[in-house]
């Protein structure tokens, strides 16, 4: 039978910035309700289940992370907003990470005097421009809406001469924040440069998991509801403003307020009289960007194989390319995930566990038969190991893959069935809605698409639009 309920707001899905916008809005009394497709909440950084194992999806490492004792950061704003005490979060600082390029390196760990060091001793002749450019960067105001008229590669390029340190210090930011080919907007770089390079990483001992708890914990404790296995598959409108959403259970629901973490198109598409119909004939931006990631579980720890580092970004080439590519993988760069690598403070992880991750063609994928799919998945995922050797420290041949107790691998495919993300792209499409405005006045949009990324930033991504449009609505 069709339900009658009215909520203050309503949220589709259940990822990071739908959770922390609830949470933020619940706070304040408002009637919210999270309606969520799948069975687990997280969206794009979630965990699953197979053969008694967990996995981590989307977390590498949360960015922001400072002292406790540095005020007026993303990290204490975002506690503050959630009424979460940082000990809750259990965060362990990275031991360090690097990006590698042939015959370069620049490591870097929390607090951005690594890196400086490091570009003085690789890149002798820039280390001047490039303590301008950080002059200039601390002194960008990160707090405007509107990106300013140039891009990350233009601002670095008043103050470096040198293509390949230009390179080295995007591809971090790039693999971590950017849904732009090639390049970045100014404002999203200068976000991401001071999240990775000045700030750090940081990640929870338990990994997500912790960071969905809490956030769930919130949530119900200050009212606020979550409707699992329960979709929103088309949102009626009419007179500039939704009026009601269809459930995927035949239900209808009303809110004076929308907030879709869906994505820009695909929030567009739900308006439409027949979302699925309007989908199939709308073409995926061949811009957005797509990615395949393999994760191999040990029986020993990365250290083991005297992989010491937290995170490691590298290419092969001259230049660094960062755009989909022809085929299913792009194997010249890519990130190494080392999960291990945490100062857990004496804590151990029971497993070891390397992630690669690579660009990937979504288009590619998706025209493989099923049984060449899978045969495909089996092929690239000892390419993609073989690529990510070349950058760590050398084993014997065998050695990591006769400690494997258990592998797994995703796709844009995978992606994409998932999170609803057209074309499979995790970080959404390139040009971003900053104030989360849609043609349709009661309807925001908040995550990737509204343009703070990462986990911290899709965090901050419902926060400020619950904020700007909700609270402060009149």
Same mark, same amino acid.
């Given at each position: 039978?069709?339900?009658?309920?009215?909520?203050?707001?309503? %949220?589709?899905?259940?990822?990071?910035?739908?959770?922390?916008?609830?949470? &933020?809005?619940?706070?304040?009394?408002?009637?919210?309700?999270?309606?969520?497709?799948?069975?687990?909440?997280?969206?794009?950084?979630?965990?699953?289940?197979?053969?008694?194992?967990?996995?981590?999806?989307?977390?590498?490492?949360?960015?922001?992370?400072?002292?406790?004792?540095?005020?007026? =950061? /993303?990290?204490?704003?975002?506690?503050?907003?959630?009424?979460? *005490?940082?000990?809750?979060?259990? @965060?362990? !600082?990275?031991?360090?990470?690097?990006?590698?390029?042939?015959?370069?390196?620049?490591?870097?760990?929390?607090?951005?005097?690594?890196?400086?060091?490091?570009? /003085?001793?690789?890149?002798?002749?820039?280390?001047?421009?490039?303590?301008?450019?950080?002059?200039?960067?601390?002194?960008?105001? +990160?707090?405007?809406?509107?990106?300013?008229?140039?891009?990350?590669?233009?601002?670095? &390029?008043?103050?470096?001469? +040198?293509?390949?340190?230009?390179?080295?210090?995007?591809?971090?930011?790039?693999?971590?924040?950017?849904?732009?080919?090639?390049?970045?907007?100014?404002?999203?770089?200068?976000?991401?440069?001071? /999240?990775?390079?000045?700030?750090?990483?940081?990640? !929870?001992?338990?990994?997500? &998991?912790?960071?969905?708890?809490?956030?769930?914990?919130?949530?119900?404790e200050s009212g606020g509801e979550r409707r699992m296995k329960c979709g929103v598959r088309r949102l009626r409108a009419a007179g500039?403003?939704?009026?009601?959403?269809?459930?995927?259970?035949?239900?209808?629901?009303?809110?004076?307020?929308?907030?879709?973490?869906?994505?820009?198109?695909?929030?567009?598409?739900?308006? *439409?009289? #027949?979302?699925?119909?309007?989908?199939?004939?709308?073409?995926?931006?061949?811009?957005?960007?797509?990615?395949?990631? =393999? %994760?191999?579980?040990?029986?020993?720890?990365?250290?083991?194989?005297?992989?010491?580092?937290?995170?490691?970004?590298?290419?092969?080439? #001259?230049?660094?390319?960062?755009?989909?590519?022809?085929?299913?993988?792009? @194997?010249?760069s890519g990130v190494i995930c080392l999960p291990n690598n945490f100062a857990f403070g004496g804590r151990t992880m029971a497993e070891?566990?390397?992630?690669?991750?690579?660009?990937?063609?979504?288009?590619?994928?998706?025209?493989?038969?099923? !049984?060449?799919?899978?045969?495909?998945?089996?092929?690239?995922?000892?390419?993609?190991?073989?690529?990510?050797?070349?950058?760590?420290?050398?084993?014997? !041949?065998?050695? /990591?893959?006769?400690?494997?107790?258990? =592998?797994?691998?995703?796709?844009?495919?995978?992606?994409?069935?998932?999170?609803?993300?057209?074309?499979?792209?995790?970080?959404?499409?390139?040009?971003?809605?900053?104030?989360? &405005?849609?043609?349709?006045?009661?309807?925001?949009?908040?995550?990737?698409?509204?343009?703070?990324?990462?986990?911290?930033?899709?965090?901050?991504?419902?926060?400020?639009?619950?904020?700007?449009?909700?609270?402060?609505?009149?």
């Amino acid at each position: 039978m069709p339900s009658n309920s009215h909520y203050d707001v309503a %949220i589709i899905g259940a990822g990071l910035s739908a959770l922390a916008a609830g949470v &933020r809005l619940a706070h304040f009394g408002k009637k919210v309700c999270l309606f969520e497709r799948h069975n687990v909440v997280g969206g794009l950084n979630s965990f699953y289940s197979v053969d008694g194992r967990k996995y981590d999806v989307g977390l590498h490492a949360m960015t922001n992370f400072v002292g406790r004792e540095v005020r007026g =950061t /993303a990290l204490g704003k975002l506690l503050r907003q959630l009424r979460i *005490e940082r000990d809750a979060l259990d @965060l362990c !600082p990275q031991l360090g990470s690097a990006v590698r390029f042939p015959g370069r390196e620049l490591r870097w760990d929390n607090g951005g005097a690594l890196l400086e060091a490091e570009v /003085a001793r690789e890149f002798p002749a820039q280390i001047d421009g490039y303590r301008r450019f950080l002059a200039e960067l601390r002194a960008f105001d +990160d707090t405007v809406t509107v990106p300013p008229g140039y891009t990350a590669r233009e601002m670095l &390029r008043r103050h470096l001469t +040198d293509p390949v340190l230009e390179d080295m210090l995007l591809c971090p930011l790039f693999y971590y924040g950017s849904a732009t080919p090639r390049d970045m907007d100014a404002l999203q770089f200068v976000i991401m440069f001071k /999240a990775v390079y000045l700030e750090g990483f940081a990640r !929870p001992f338990e990994g997500i &998991r912790v960071v969905l708890r809490l956030l769930t914990d919130r949530l119900r404790e200050s009212g606020g509801e979550r409707r699992m296995k329960c979709g929103v598959r088309r949102l009626r409108a009419a007179g500039g403003r939704v009026t009601a959403l269809e459930l995927d259970n035949g239900e209808t629901v009303t809110a004076d307020w929308v907030l879709s973490s869906a994505g820009a198109e695909e929030t567009r598409l739900l308006c *439409e009289d #027949d979302p699925a119909t309007a989908a199939a004939a709308t073409p995926v931006d061949r811009e957005r960007l797509g990615f395949v990631e =393999t %994760i191999q579980v040990l029986a020993r720890p990365p250290a083991d194989f005297g992989w010491h580092e937290t995170i490691v970004f590298f290419n092969d080439s #001259d230049r660094f390319e960062f755009a989909n590519p022809a085929g299913p993988v792009d @194997l010249r760069s890519g990130v190494i995930c080392l999960p291990n690598n945490f100062a857990f403070g004496g804590r151990t992880m029971a497993e070891g566990c390397v992630r690669v991750t690579s660009l990937a063609s979504h288009a590619a994928w998706a025209a493989m038969p099923e !049984p060449q799919y899978r045969a495909e998945k089996q092929r690239w995922f000892g390419e993609m190991a073989t690529s990510a050797r070349r950058f760590l420290a050398p084993v014997a !041949p065998g050695a /990591a893959e006769a400690a494997t107790l258990a =592998t797994d691998m995703f796709t844009p495919l995978t992606v994409e069935r998932y999170t609803g993300h057209r074309g499979g792209a995790i970080y959404g499409a390139p040009r971003k809605v900053r104030d989360g &405005r849609t043609p349709w006045a009661n309807l925001v949009l908040i995550g990737t698409d509204q343009g703070f990324l990462g986990i911290t930033g899709a965090m901050l991504s419902g926060i400020t639009m619950a904020n700007q449009h909700v609270l402060q609505a009149r």
